[in-house]
């Protein structure tokens, strides 16, 4: 199955694996550049294991992150690290299930309008409440150094990449494909239309979650305004486009060009990043609708 | 109690409400015709209100006489975008879903450059300045000039495009493409020409009401966006392409915003806003004054 693609996955695993490997063994810059690599990897196979699957395009993808950062934070020096940040998945995850039934009813652009939206209301929410708590930020002492944290974000960006390249190759898979090209056909044909979604809405905030707990213990710092920030969202929907979010091997395609392009311009100019981000991403929608991997197809001689 | 009765939270409230059913009145408009999701709206006012700005502390220009060329500009954009961007898909008269997606991230993708080009142009030090800033007493009531010029303006804004829509032909025109798109090409109407009409009568409006917002305002790169949300709330309640639900929605958002907050406090505002957002979307998608739409 693999070798049938341009450019095998394993290929591209093993060299985002090689840049990651490579952040371990020297200083800490490549070390916070590999993190970020792997956090984009895991976020952005996450995001597409519910919205390149199905369709369903979700512009709050941060509120999983959120979550999961609010329970690592919320927790530190009570419970345990090696429970809480599971546990942080475990939340973002039932929290996804919770508010699966009616967010899924609502379809296309509403669908698109109503993640956001939520994502800002829990971000408001928790704002207020950390505010009658009398806490407007929290300072993480005595967390994990970055190299620690690393392992831990690798081991989420492959369980992530695993867990959507098995989803591609199940009947679960299967179901989610039939519902993005016809959700009343697939309904028709029997289907769990809803039973899947909800599915694959609730799997897909588990990892971010975790991630999300992960990298306030990163910043050693936590603020509900800084781990619910939307451009969060956009930036994964920017990275599954650009890569291409019909297999595994897009979201690391996307990610590699993303953080690639932050490194060497983030300093020089911010503003000059994002203008390139935003032109990369109108072109990836007008010229190249199946990302840099429709490229890798091309190349590899189209079937 | 008493305070909710008084004409000052009245005031503001009307003023907010006019601003917002003009900004939704253009998302609106493009939404409707064409089935494009402009989430760069709100970035659209925001040329709106540098060029009120820059016209403002340059040349000494009113931003009240400046309105029409700061219409003309940023209309000129939407033209632009139109023309790079959704001309070809519009023709090519893709599935419904396809368009309002692609569209979506397209207009994401704008939003960020639009953000940045000015950041970079203009820093991203927010400005402001000073005009028709004395204080009446009208009925016991202190107003500001400029906010007295932003309500009149805005509400002969849609009342000229209101008369429009009804009268005009091609304002007729319009209201056909946004009831059926099909059935309006059968019955001989120039897509190509009413699309453009309403590109350039969207983006100039939204330039127009940035021009308004900037005497009350800071200007930032960055102000647009609570713009574009506060429309997209305000033409999902109204229902997605229902020009006078919209309209009826920007007011009704602006009156619960100004006395929720008058009764609680201003931390709840966000949370009001999403909350209501949400609330519409889960449970009457088609708005709050809309009729149930094919989807």
Redesign the interface.
């Known amino acids: 199955m693999i070798r049938a693609h341009g450019l095998p996955l394993a290929a591209i695993l093993a060299g985002a694996a090689a840049l990651m490997v490579f952040g371990l063994g020297s200083g800490s810059y490549w070390t916070i550049v590999a993190l970020n690599l792997a956090m984009w990897i895991a976020l952005t196979q996450s995001w597409s294991l519910f919205s390149g699957m199905t ?1 369903y ?1 979700s512009l709050g993808h941060v509120v999983a992150y959120g979550i999961g950062a609010y329970v690592v934070a919320f927790s530190f020096k009570i419970v345990p690290l090696w429970l809480s940040i599971p546990l942080a998945g475990v939340a973002a995850g039932l929290f996804a299930l919770m508010v699966a039934l ?2 899924l ?6 669908f ?3 993640t956001f ?2 994502a ?2 829990v971000k ?2 928790l ?2 409440v950390e ?1 009658g708590l009398g806490k407007s930020s929290r300072l993480l002492f005595g967390a994990p150094k970055p190299d620690t944290l690393l392992w831990i974000m690798v081991g989420l960006a492959a369980a992530a990449t695993v867990a959507l390249y098995a989803v591609h190759r199940s009947r679960f898979g299967r179901g989610l494909d039939a519902i993005r090209e016809d959700e009343t056909a697939a309904e028709t044909i029997g289907i769990p239309v809803v039973r899947l979604k909800v599915l694959a809405y609730a799997a897909s905030a588990v990892i971010p979650g975790m991630v999300g707990g992960v990298m306030a213990l990163r910043s050693t710092y936590f603020e509900v305004l800084q781990v619910f920030n939307p451009t969060i969202s ?1 930036t994964i ?2 990275i599954a ?1 650009i890569g291409g979010a019909g297999d595994a091997r897009g979201p690391i395609l996307g990610a590699l060009f993303l953080v690639g392009l932050s490194e060497v311009l983030q300093n020089a ?4 990043y ?2 390139l ?6 072109g990836c ?2 010229f190249l609708p199946t990302g840099l991997v429709g490229l890798l197809h091309r190349k590899g001689g189209a079937r | 109690m008493d305070f909710l009765l008084s004409g000052q939270l009245l005031f503001a409230a009307l003023v907010l409400g006019s601003v917002y059913a003009v900004i939704a009145l253009g998302l609106n408009l493009v939404y409707g015709t064409m089935r494009l999701l402009n989430i760069a709206h709100g970035e659209i006012v925001m040329v709106g209100a540098y060029a009120a700005f820059w016209g403002f502390s340059l040349l000494g220009l009113s931003p009240l006489v400046a309105l029409p060329v700061v219409g003309v500009l940023t209309g000129a954009i939407g033209l632009f975008l139109y023309g790079t961007l959704f001309r070809a898909q519009l023709a090519a008269n893709k599935p419904v879903a396809q368009l309002e997606a692609s569209s979506l991230l397209l207009f994401f993708g704008v939003s960020i450059v639009m953000q940045n080009l000015a950041s970079l142009a203009f820093t991203a030090t927010p400005r402001a300045y000073q005009h028709l800033d004395t204080v009446y007493q009208i009925g016991g009531v202190a107003m500001t000039g400029n906010r007295i010029a932003t309500l009149v303006v805005s509400v002969a804004i849609l009342v000229a495009v209101l008369l429009f829509l009804n009268r005009s032909i091609y304002g007729l025109a319009v209201k056909a493409l946004i009831q059926h798109r099909d059935a309006a090409r059968v019955v001989g109407i120039n897509v190509d020409r009413v699309q453009t009409v309403s590109i350039l009568a969207g983006f100039g409006i939204a330039g127009i009401a940035g021009a308004l917002v900037s005497m009350a305002e800071q200007i930032s790169p960055f102000m647009g966006f609570p713009f574009t949300i506060a429309s997209f709330v305000v033409i999902i309640m109204g229902g997605l392409g229902n020009i006078v639900g919209g309209i009826m929605a920007g007011f009704l958002l602006a009156f619960i915003e100004i006395y929720a907050v008058a009764l609680t406090s201003a931390n709840f505002r966000s949370i009001l806003i999403y909350g209501i957002f949400v609330g519409i979307l889960v449970l009457r998608p088609q708005g709050l004054l809309g009729k149930a739409r094919r989807s």
């Open positions: 369709g395009i009616p967010v009813r609502v379809r296309g652009p509403y698109v309008i109503l939206g939520l800002e209301l408001y929410i704002l207020n505010t956009f929907v920017t486009i100019s911010p503003q000059i994002l203008i981000l935003g032109l990369c991403l109108i929608v007008l």
